[in-house]
């Protein structure tokens, strides 16, 4: 990237001493190229008017107000669900204004175009983090014009950060600007003679100074720049330094707002009785008896769904219990987890497949290998993962008021603009007669990028005479109406040559694919049975250098309904390719470490990692009995991230003991952040790898709450140690990049103990277990 | 009528008697800080103070608290929930921050029983479920806030 080289004279530096670049340049190398770009930071500032401002704050632009007493307060557009996006994001701006960190404060911005998530599309595209070819630097280019264009005030993904990188700071150095101007025309003195520092304009040759709440009134009525330098990243006061989250001491007192926690005046509560199975709707229903039930006000109908409404949450569940309801017959009320198993299964031995990469000539290798006299050899495996349920712990919840055709919304939501678009179209309104407030959100993971509680909200709030509605669902209601992971089958064929080498990898990856239902059910408009790419991220984009190479997508059908679930299908790809390059590692008699390190030489980020992660975790020293180690690497969302798991086995339960994580996420803006969603990430992906499991009989899913969805506890809780590489790279993501690899590290080291390979998740040893076996890792 | 002691103040609530505690703070007094996540008792988003020790509200029907002592997240003059907070914000503890409250109560409880917990003594006592995984840090602040020196504890509360 050559983003940092390209100043140029244009720019005129109010402060000759702080080396600046001009954005274009930055853009053009970040891949915005003219004709199909996305609109540009610069273009992004919008009006100062976007903002509402009160007690006396002034707006700069569409992302900085800034009150008479100096608090200067930035908008940020994304959900803030524990990644610290309210903490990060307001950064960003504050450095490039030189505000003092102690007056800064993060506010939910109003849903508007220039807060579209113009990063969000670049999970759908094929290039990985060191691809800065054309063809990805245009693919990148039009991604961000469809963010963009779809307006797109999401968050997910991994993407806040990168969408934000730019506009963040630009608008932040270009409100500076503005205070400059207004402070030398106060003084009368050139604007290059003064410079900012801690929330003051300083002019130096008189000693004056002012605070930006003495100058931000006048500072409104200038024109701002078209061009604005932004600072080099050794100028940074804050971006990279660990700054306390904002969000957290509300987070420790029960004060905090979360969207189950908002109360509206004349609300009424509503829980509902939801089809059993995906897709079937009330043939009858009879609330008679639920009415007669203290505080019950009505009992409806929505679309898949009885709804009680009561005056309050608990009186409207218990009587659900009352109303006698009947269901349509769906043509899947008999599906249970094995006819999908077998489906999956008949797929991947016959069904076309869509080929992702085919490099060389995969098929023509695995015959030679398998050829007798060859003196290579082929390899199988299949692997599997089920499907996953988010189980975020604030339940699904959402209140909606209809009245005089206008419709308000509360609702933890992390997709702003879709969720107003819905609403409108439910109600049957304009969607700017949709306000929506964002309450903080008590967990996202992915299931909160979904709008079917707003769209059944909204429903009810249609029929209860103008009253909000309060829609709480019960947690089984959250583990049996979820948009699951998608359960996932994987078939792989390796060549080896006669000294073990790999020649060919083969791999066949069957599951149902998310973005297309998410299109389907978000964007209708947009929806098409294409190649996914989500379904199938993290198998074909493998970093190895391997000679023959085919991966492709089998995508399978199901009434199963299946979305975003954190690192999506990185989630089991991971797990797949990674076990799969120990087994061949294993196969060659190589040590995994190197058996990777050896094929990484076009990619020294990966490599970097993964030789980062080894040397913290003490790789190939040796362990107390009992225990070993296992290796993964995963490039997902941006970034690249390796993790060592240490395992031990006690009367057949896993035990993981120690994690090491080590990120590359590029230019790192709150590094304790970057910590705490690693170790996260790690925790949220062992409940996942030991536990996690959602099965289907009858055509419903079988489990209910945590008794039978379990969740790793602080007993189970491995030591976890996160190293984050520190470079000048474009910003990668963080929510996500720590999941992928811990399954197969986790899986991996198993194998090292045990001998016992793990193909299917959850992690389910044989009974008895292979005597641990002496291994060096 | 059902009587009882909350965060110190007298309280009493008209409701059904097997309305359970949690759904009685939170619709029926607005304590909002105490958060619904199973409603089995199997979460700890719920975990509140009865008599001073951890109970899951969403399991304990409100007529099992006539005539006792309720205290939640809001409470405040609690020194050892006030160490514990301060120790959260220490170790920026919360994600999304939605168990925090039940975390925190449940630590305050622990501490009460075990001023020095070792790690098997956190492990038993805390069973809440944590989506975000903030386990970890978790762990620390209970040890951070067990060992604070006692000025700084004075200061905390």
Redesign the interface.
Known sequence: MSRNSRTTSVARPADPTRRRFLIAGAAVSGGLLVGCGAPTPQERLGQAGQLPVQGGQVALNGWVKIAPDGVVTVAVPRAE????VMTALPMLLADELDARWEDVRAEVAPVDQIYANQAMMLNALPFGVDDQGWVARMGSALAQRAGHALHLQVTGGSSSIRDAWLPLRVAGATARALLVQAAAARWQVPASDCRTQAGRVLHAGSGRSLGYGELVAEAAKLSPPTEVPLKDPAQFTLIGRSA??Q????????????G??V?VPDMV?AALIQAPVFGADVARFDGAQALRR?GVRQVLRIPHAVAVIAD???RARQACADVQVSWTPTPHDSVSSADIARDADQALKTASGTGFVDRGDAEQALAEAARPGSGGRVIEARYHAPYLAH?????INCIAQVRDGRVNLWVPTQSASLVRWRAAQVAGVDTEHVTLHQP??????GRRLEVDMVEQAVQLALQTEGRPVKL?W??EDDTRHDFYRPAAWADFRAALDAKGQLLAWHNRVAAQAPSNQATARLLPWAAADSPDKSQIEGAFDLPYDIAHLHVEQVRLTGHVPVGFWRSVGHSYNAFFTECFADEVAHAAGVDPLAWRRARLAGHPRHLAVLERVAREAAWGQALPAGRARGIALQESFGSICAQVAEVSVDEGRVRVHRVVCAIDCGVVVNP?TVV?QM??????AL?AALHGEITLAQGRVQQA???DYD?????Q?P??EVHILRNGHPPGGVGEPGVPPLAPAVANALFALTGQRVRSLPIRLDAAPAAPKAVAA | MTAFTLNGRPTQVDVEPDMPLLWVLRDELGHTGTKFGCGVGACGACTVHLNGSAVRACVMPVSAVEGQSVSTIEATGDPILARLQAAWIEHQVPQCGYCQSGMLMAAASLLRQTPLPSDADIDSAMTNICRCGTLVRVRAAIHSAASAPLSSRTEAA
Not at chain 1, 679 to 684: A, C, D, Q
């Open positions: 669900m524990g990644q610290g306390p989250r969000d957290i001491p509300a987070k420790v007192d029960g004060s905090a707002v979360f189950i926690d109360r509560h203290r309050s949450g608990w189980a975020a712990l604030e339940p903080l959100l008590g967990g996202g993971f709480v019960s947690r304790d705490a170790e996260g990430s790690i925790v949220f409940s709450s945590f008794p969740m790793v506890r602080l007993a809780a030591r976890i």
